[in-house]
């Protein structure tokens, strides 16, 4: 079923510069934002009913509404293409990747692994051990040990239409 054109939303997000770069690249195709609704404790992890029950009140948008990123040179348009509520720590590999995670090969070095930014030193065997350092990076020391409930939002990038 295609959403009404007039019920689409369009949203303002925030994104760090590193993470605005894996947009662009097309390495980030996800975004965790944490659920801040208290009602939300109120269900039950492991029920799928209760999970999916929660997803038409993402406060960031439904499948087809769209993420305004603006940027001092730019303005990136994200089309949202799923929605799903997860504990923090429950996210993949290949979420990670999605986060925008990276592989860097470290050449003569020879520290090869994950992180989140080129100019960030160290490098984690998994992008998974990357991400939660990202994560508390972002939202304090402790941040992933806490493992929050989270929105996951999956977006594809709009390219923008040429004049």
Not at 56 to 75: F, N, T
Not at 83 to 101: F, H, N, P
């Amino acid at each position: 079923m295609t959403p009404d054109p007039k019920e689409l939303k369009e949203r303002p997000i925030i994104f760090s510069g590193e993470m605005v770069r894996a947009i662009l690249d097309g390495r980030k195709t996800q975004t965790r934002r944490i659920v801040k609704d208290s009602w939300f404790r109120c269900l039950d992890p492991e029920n799928d009913e209760d999970r999916a029950s929660a997803i038409p009140q993402c406060p960031h948008g439904a499948p087809g509404d769209r993420l305004l990123v603006s940027g001092e040179a730019s303005r990136i348009t994200l089309e949202i293409v799923g929605v799903r509520v997860d504990l923090l720590q429950d996210i993949s590999e290949e979420d990670a990747k999605a986060e925008g995670m990276q592989f860097h090969n470290g050449g003569e070095v020879g520290h090869s692994g994950y992180r989140h930014d080129v100019n960030y030193g160290y490098v984690f065997g998994t992008a998974k051990d990357a991400f939660a350092v990202f994560w508390n990076s972002i939202h304090g020391d402790g941040a992933w040990e806490n493992n929050p409930w989270v929105w996951v939002i999956e977006f594809k990038r709009i390219e923008p239409e040429e004049p």
